[in-house]
Every structure is written in structure tokens, then in C-alpha cells.
């Protein structure tokens, strides 16, 4: 059939619009399996990453693990060669790291802790030291005493002063060094007798130029080598020897010295040599000693009477000393 040729127009244009429609539907359709691959791709990389996050998720406990392991065998293999002394501190640490949460997890109550620290206080409390008259017990009726922490400025004076209302002080001994001669701080007080240095421990405590001292019947070195101080039964003498010149004298006192046997003495006669036993090896002294008079005959008798009292807080032992057998001569 023909056309019209009106209707040419009309025809093209209609084949024009659908040819248009045409494209666009297949741009449309490019366009939307163009847009499905990238879609592919992106869920596909998705995927990927999601499985190699949980690969390194589950890899990661592992990996901590093995750096936990080894750190904990490299500690084992440090505290194998560490000293005692190292894992002490490293012991003590961990108890006071653990007594801290202890105490943070459980607080104790306040009051409870104020209690305690009002009982340790108590504790601490230093008792007045007793005053003169607070005497002692002295069972072994000692006369000499041993005073400690003393001032380095005192003197025999200033000491005196300070026990003045015990008693007589009859003898003071200050120890000092061997070496370099310097005052220790301590010394052998003797008083005149056995209640007067009950009454000086008694006063153990005081305050003597600015320091407590420390007072306490005279034991130890002083006690010691020839027995022990205090009354006990005299040991009778022997008879006196033929030709006997010297008198032996034992358990003395180790501070004493030739001015205090001298004056012991000094009723019998005059003293005219002592020779103090030492030992040969150290030198100390013995304790004992040999006497001579200037008038032996006389002298002995007065002396061997005075065998079992006291001197300086110890009970004397004398004795007659034999005479010597001359030496034989040698040609």
C-alpha cells in the first residue's frame, strides 16, 4: 500500500523515537550489567577482606601466645641465673604488691588501726628511771658497778656529783682503747659498799650530762679469772714456808692496780714490789699477783689476816708463796 505523503513525516519520526527508545534501553541495559560486575567485584573484595580479617583474628591469639611463651621462658631462664638476692627483692615486691590489693579489696576499719598504733605507742614508753634509794637486788653483795652510755665530757667529779646521794665512790676505772687511748664511754665504779652500788643500779636510767646512762653490777671480764665476786667461804691458807718473803694474792679485781693493792696493804707495812701475773701469750692479766713487803716478817702475818676480805668488790684470796729454789750455776 502507499503511504500517504503526509504521513512520511509522521512514520520517520515515530521509527526515529523508537529507535531512540531502543538505545536507550540497551545504554540502560549496558549500563546496569556494567554496574552488576562492579558490584561482583566489590562484594567479592569484601568477601576477601572479611575472610583475611578472620585468618588474622584467628592467627592473632596464636602469635600472643607464642610472644607470651617465649617471654615467660625468657623470665624462667632470667630467674635461673639470678642471684638470691635479686629474687628476694622480687619475692618481697610480689608480697607487698599482694598485701596492697589485699588491702584495697578489704580496707581494715580505722578505729581498729588507731587501737594498734595506741598499743604500739605504750610500748614505747620509757619508765622514769628509778631515784636513789630504788635499789636493786644484789645477791652477790658486789661492790663495783659498770656504767655505759656515758657522756664523753665526764669526769670523776662530775660523776661523783651525780651519785652523791648513793654513797662514797671509793675507785673509778675508765676503759679506753688499746690502741688509740680515747674513752670508750663506760668504766667500773666501786662504792664503799654492797648497798651503796645496789642503790647506784637503781638509779640505771638517769640523765648524767645530757645522756641516760646504763648501770649494772660489775660481771664479765671484770668477774672473770679467779672466780667469781661476792661473799663465799675463805679458802684456808697453808702454813707459812720456811723462808717465805712473798705473799700471793688472787680473784682481784681486773681494774685494779698498785695504788689500790698498796692501800689495801697499808696497815701490814709497806709494799715494796707487785709483780701481776699476764698471760705469755696475750698479755692480759690474770688476776692475780705476787706482794713483797719492805719488812716481810711482820709484814706477812698483818697481811694474811686480811685473807677473804673484800677489795674492790671481790673477796681477796691469800696466800703464803713458797721461796724460789736457788738456780744451780752452770760451769
Known amino acids: 500500500l502507499k503511504t500517504p505523503s503526509l504521513l512520511h ?30 558490584e561482583k567485584a566489590a562484594r567479592k573484595a569484601a568477601k576477601k577482606a572479611k575472610k583475611a580479617a578472620a585468618a588474622a583474628a584467628e592467627a ?20 635461673e641465673d639470678e642471684s638470691p638476692k635479686k629474687k628476694s627483692k622480687k619475692e618481697k615486691k610480689a608480697k607487698k604488691e599482694k598485701v596492697a590489693e589485699e588491702e584495697a579489696e ?16 605504750e610500748k614505747m614508753v620509757i619508765k622514769s628511771a628509778p631515784k636513789p634509794g630504788d635499789a636493786a637486788a644484789n645477791p652477790t653483795g658486789t661492790t663495783e658497778v659498770f656504767m655505759g652510755n656515758l657522756s664523753f665530757n665526764i669526769d670523776d667529779d662530775s660523776l661523783k656529783e651525780a651519785f652523791k646521794e648513793v654513797g662514797e665512790i671509793t675507785n673509778i676505772k675508765w676503759l679506753e682503747d688499746r690502741d688509740t687511748g680515747k674513752f670508750k664511754g663506760c668504766g667500773f665504779i666501786s662504792f664503799a659498799d654492797a648497798d651503796m652500788a645496789a642503790k647506784a643500779v637503781g638509779m ?30 675463805v679458802r684456808p691458807m697453808q702454813a707459812k714456808p720456811e723462808g717465805c718473803t712473798t705473799m700471793f694474792a688472787g680473784n682481784l679485781n681486773f681494774n685494779i692496780d698498785d695504788d689500790a693493792m698498796k692501800e689495801f696493804f697499808k696497815g701490814c707495812g709497806e709494799v715494796s714490789s707487785i709483780r701481776w701475773l699476764t698471760d705469755r701469750d696475750s698479755g692480759d692479766f690474770k688476776g692475780c699477783g705476787f706482794i713483797e713487803f719492805s719488812d716481810p716478817e711482820s709484814a706477812l702475818d698483818k697481811a694474811a689476816a686480811l685473807n677473804g676480805s673484800e677489795l674492790m668488790g671481790r673477796q681477796i684470796r691469800l696466800d703464803f708463796a713458797a721461796p724460789r729454789a736457788p738456780r744451780e750455776k752452770s760451769w
Not at 607470651?68 to 630467674?79: F, G, I, P, V
Open 60 to 79: 592473632e591469639p596464636e602469635v600472643k601466645k607464642e610472644k607470651k611463651s617465649k617471654k615467660a621462658k625468657k623470665e624462667a631462664a632470667e630467674d
Open 9 to 38: 513525516p509522521l512514520i520517520k519520526m515515530a521509527k526515529d523515537e523508537l529507535k531512540k527508545e531502543k538505545k536507550s534501553k540497551k545504554r540502560k541495559s549496558e549500563a546496569g550489567e556494567a554496574e552488576t560486575a562492579e
Open 204 to 233: 640505771s636510767g638517769t640523765e648524767v650530762l645530757g645522756r641516760e646512762i646504763k648501770v649494772d653490777f660489775a660481771k664479765g671480764k671484770s668477774n672473770a679469772g679467779g672466780g667469781a665476786g661476792g661473799n663465799r667461804e
Open 106 to 121: 578489704d580496707p581494715a576499719p580505722v578505729a581498729a588501726e588507731s587501737s594498734e598504733e595506741e598499743e604500739e605507742e
